[in-house]
Structure formats: C-alpha cells, structure tokens
C-alpha cells in the first residue's frame, strides 16, 4: 500500500494517544503466566500485539478481544503449554525477544518463525544470555528460524548488558520469572523500564539499586503473582509523530492526551524542548504504575542540536522522526552512537538518507548515525517525489509528516507495516486536517 500525503492540509486539534505498543505485549505475557482474569483497557490493537496474542493463544492461554478495544485474560484450564505448531511473531521483534525469554523460562520445546524482515533482525543479543542461563537453543547464526528445547535454567543467573537494550533486560526477567529463578541483571545505560514496572504491578519482588552508577534489577525466584485490571497508557512513540507534525505545520494547537511519561521515554520530549519546541504537559496522573498526561503542541521554530551519548537509547525509536523535525530546524542537527537503527526492521540510517535526498535536505551519512542541515520553512522540491519505506513503519510515518510542510506532493511506498504499531495513523491525522491518500 503506498500513501500520498496532500497539500494545503491543517494539522490542529485534540486526539487521544493509541496504546503503547511494547507496554500492550508485555502485559499478554505477564497476564498469561499469572493465569488468573485480568481486563486490559487501552491496548494497542496493532499488528505487533496481535501477533504476540496470536503465539500466547497456541500456547494455551484465553485471550480474547471485547467491544471498546477491552482485553480479556481468561483463567486457562492448561496453563501455558508447549504449542503444536511454531510460534509466527510476524513482524514483531518484541514480540520475539520476550517471548523466547518466557518460553525459555518455562522449558517449553518450540520453534519461533517470523515474516520476511524479522527473518533478517538478528537475535543474538537475547539468545547469548538465554544460553548461558542454560537454555538449550538452536538457530541458524542468531537468526529465524530458533528452536527452543526443553531445558532448566540456571538460579541465581547475574548478567551485566553488554549495551544498552530494554528489549535483552526484559528477556531475561520473563525468563527468570517464568523459570521461578532468581536473576540480576546489570545495566551500565537504564534502559526503559517497563517490565520492572510492571511486575511490580503485579506484586513480583523485584528491586532496583544503583551501584557504580550502574542499575542493578534483581527478581527473586518464586514470585507469587496477583491478578489486577490493567490500563496501558498511549505510545509516547506514537505520538511523537503528532507533536513533530504541529510543530512543523501550520497547526495552531494540538492536544494529544493519554500519554505515557515514563522517565526511560520521555528523552524525545526534552530533545525537542532543547530545540525550541513550545509543549506544555498538563494532567499529570498514574496508571497501573506508569506515569500519564496529556500534551498540548504549538508550532515553533527549531533550532539544530547534537545527539549523543546516553540519550540515545532513550530516543532510539523517535530518530526517524527526530530527523524530520532536524529537516525543519535552523542550524545543524548531529545524530551519533545510534548504530544499532542499521538492525531494526530496516537500516534506519540509510533509509532516513534516503528519504532526505529525495526532499533535497542536505544531510551527511556517518557510520553510527547522521548529520542534518536543516533549513526553516517549507521544502521547495521541483515535483512530486517518492519516497521508499524499506517496508518500515516508522520511516513510512516520518516521511509521510515531513509532507505536512512540502510543496509537493510526497508519496511513500509500501506503507503496510505503519499497521502494526499505530493502526489509527490515518484516521487520527484525518481528523486534525491532514489527508493522506491511498
């Protein structure tokens, strides 16, 4: 499915914020293992999710899907067992690095099989780990598709993260708790921290010290789980494309509430503000143990900023867009230390390059990152352009935005995958004024 973005377009109003998609996944699985019914309001009924719901379904959990987007965690009769057929996580890297995590812990045999581009994200990183607490796994390299043998994993396991991944840390812990095994994991960079989070929620003893300035998350073994109603706040991910897209419009306010402001997220807000955005947090709230608000947007004139450093696991999803709002700002804008967008569901880098030499936007490729000259005010591009989307919803949306301040029509192709994160893009910046077509 390719999408033209239309000219002559607003972008003003108020939206709520769809679900977090990392948040809707790990509640599936921390739900299923508690076995008990737990309602789940908010939940992002994308693709990833699904996916996720779809291989905890063939696992022997009863998940089920009720009128105004409400999810049921029934009690299931077998608890989770070993599936019949391999467990299809689509596109969902999350999906899969948790799940492996889990199903490990519970020393269920399975193999793990994904789509075309999850085929191609290597998996290394959570299968090194999961080895060395004992679980016994075959793949090709790291890659799809992995078998999961039966196997007991290890007590006590401590494990220092060689980088920075939320995704690796929340491996383990599902492990760990899957298993009943004790686990401490050592993060020199915090990471977000959802999971903690939320098997706190859930009454797991775990506990967070720093030492060294470094984390130290450690999860007893044993935990004795207690089911409790959860409510998933908006993706602040997802709205990143909103806010960026006001600030560059010619919107006169946008209110998007219902966003999640967990600390470990929130980097994106305060890159912005360092860029001269004008965003005012209002209603600050708590939900299931995560910090919620709503947000309120004015157009304002960016200026260029350096990225580096600790920020970036922080801000790793919000870079596409990030470079859209760079395209749009006065000065210089410096992205480094972001190698690891070059392994997400598409090299990030090069195809953030891509779409900025087809808008004109002068821009220098570096090995871990990017350097943009911006330039205020709209993009004045001879015609029409097309723009690749490398089948990556999250460059698919940033360049469909950066069409808010175009002359030209901007059409990016095969825009499929924007439905597995933010499957209300299109109708929610329809009804702030910005058409895009079909």
């Given at each position: 499915?390719?999408?033209?973005?239309?000219?002559?377009s607003?972008?003003?109003?108020s939206?709520?914020?769809?679900?977090?998609?990392?948040?809707?996944?790990?509640?599936?699985m921390?739900?299923?293992?508690?076995n008990?019914?737990?309602?789940?309001?908010?939940?992002?009924?994308?693709?990833d999710?699904?996916?996720?719901m779809?291989?905890l379904n063939?696992?022997?959990?009863d998940i089920?899907?009720?009128?105004n987007?409400?999810?049921?965690i029934?009690?299931?009769?077998?608890?989770?067992?070993?599936?019949?057929?391999?467990?299809?996580?689509?596109?969902?890297?999350?999906?899969l690095?948790?799940?492996?995590?889990m199903?490990?812990?519970?020393?269920i045999k399975t193999?793990?099989i994904?789509?075309?581009?999850?085929?191609?994200?290597p998996?290394?990183?959570?299968?090194?780990?999961?080895?060395?607490?004992?679980?016994?796994?075959t793949?090709d390299?790291?890659m799809?598709?992995?078998?999961?043998n039966?196997s007991?994993?290890?007590?006590?396991?401590i494990?220092?993260?060689?980088?920075?991944?939320?995704?690796?840390?929340?491996?383990?812990?599902l492990?760990g708790?899957?298993?009943?095994?004790?686990?401490?994991i050592?993060?020199?960079?915090?990471t977000?921290?959802?999971?903690?989070?939320?098997?706190?929620?859930?009454?797991?003893n775990?506990t967070?010290?720093?030492?060294?300035?470094?984390?130290?998350?450690?999860?007893k073994?044993?935990?004795?789980?207690?089911?409790?109603?959860?409510?998933?706040?908006?993706?602040?991910?997802?709205a990143a494309?909103?806010?960026?897209?006001?600030?560059?419009?010619?919107?006169?306010?946008?209110?998007?509430?219902?966003?999640g402001?967990?600390?470990s997220?929130?980097?994106?807000?305060?890159?912005?503000?360092?860029?001269?955005?004008?965003?005012?947090i209002?209603?600050?709230?708590?939900a299931?143990?995560e910090?919620i608000?709503?947000?309120?947007?004015l157009p304002?004139?960016?200026s260029?900023v350096t990225l580096?450093?600790?920020?970036i696991?922080?801000?790793?999803?919000?870079i596409p867009i990030?470079?859209?709002?760079?395209?749009?700002a006065?000065?210089?804008?410096?992205?480094?230390?972001?190698?690891?967008?070059?392994?997400?569901?598409?090299?990030?880098?090069?195809?953030?390059?891509?779409?900025?030499a087809?808008?004109g936007?002068?821009?220098?490729?570096l090995?871990?990152?990017?350097?943009?000259?911006?330039n205020?005010?709209?993009?004045?591009?001879?015609?029409p352009?097309?723009?690749?989307?490398?089948?990556?919803?999250r460059?698919?949306m940033?360049?469909?935005?950066a069409?808010?301040?175009?002359n030209?029509?901007?059409?990016?192709?095969?825009?499929?995958?924007?439905f597995?994160?933010?499957?209300?893009?299109?109708?929610?910046?329809?009804?702030l004024?910005?058409?895009?077509?079909?």
């Amino acid at each position: 499915m390719n999408l033209t973005s239309t000219l002559e377009s607003s972008f003003s109003g108020s939206v709520r914020c769809p679900g977090d998609k990392s948040i809707s996944q790990r509640v599936l699985m921390v739900g299923s293992l508690i076995n008990e019914p737990i309602k789940i309001e908010g939940f992002l009924e994308g693709e990833d999710p699904l996916s996720t719901m779809r291989a905890l379904n063939q696992m022997g959990a009863d998940i089920a899907i009720h009128p105004n987007n409400i999810f049921q965690i029934k009690k299931s009769l077998t608890g989770l067992k070993e599936p019949n057929d391999p467990l299809d996580l689509g596109n969902s890297g999350t999906g899969l690095r948790l799940m492996l995590g889990m199903t490990a812990g519970l020393g269920i045999k399975t193999t793990f099989i994904g789509d075309s581009s999850l085929s191609q994200r290597p998996m290394k990183r959570v299968l090194n780990p999961l080895k060395a607490m004992g679980a016994d796994i075959t793949s090709d390299d790291g890659m799809l598709p992995i078998e999961l043998n039966s196997s007991v994993l290890d007590d006590d396991f401590i494990y220092e993260l060689p980088v920075a991944s939320a995704q690796v840390k929340s491996c383990i812990l599902l492990a760990g708790l899957a298993a009943q095994k004790a686990v401490t994991i050592i993060e020199p960079i915090q990471t977000r921290d959802h999971t903690e989070r939320m098997l706190k929620h859930f009454g797991a003893n775990i506990t967070i010290d720093q030492k060294d300035s470094k984390n130290i998350i450690s999860l007893k073994g044993k935990a004795s789980l207690k089911a409790k109603d959860y409510q998933v706040v908006g993706d602040i991910s997802s709205a990143a494309f909103l806010i960026v897209g006001a600030l560059i419009s010619k919107s006169k306010k946008l209110e998007v509430c219902g966003v999640g402001m967990n600390p470990s997220r929130i980097g994106i807000l305060s890159v912005l503000k360092d860029m001269g955005a004008q965003i005012e947090i209002k209603n600050a709230r708590e939900a299931s143990g995560e910090p919620i608000a709503d947000l309120v947007v004015l157009p304002s004139k960016l200026s260029g900023v350096t990225l580096e450093g600790a920020i970036i696991p922080n801000i790793i999803d919000e870079i596409p867009i990030l470079s859209i709002a760079a395209a749009f700002a006065e000065g210089e804008t410096i992205i480094r230390d972001a190698a690891e967008l070059r392994v997400k569901e598409s090299d990030r880098l090069s195809a953030i390059s891509n779409g900025l030499a087809k808008l004109g936007v002068v821009h220098e490729n570096l090995d871990d990152g990017i350097k943009i000259h911006g330039n205020l005010g709209l993009l004045d591009i001879p015609g029409p352009v097309q723009i690749d989307s490398f089948h990556d919803h999250r460059i698919a949306m940033s360049f469909l935005i950066a069409g808010l301040n175009c002359n030209q029509p901007i059409t990016v192709l095969e825009c499929d995958n924007i439905f597995t994160s933010f499957p209300t893009f299109l109708e929610l910046t329809a009804s702030l004024g910005y058409k895009i077509e079909k």
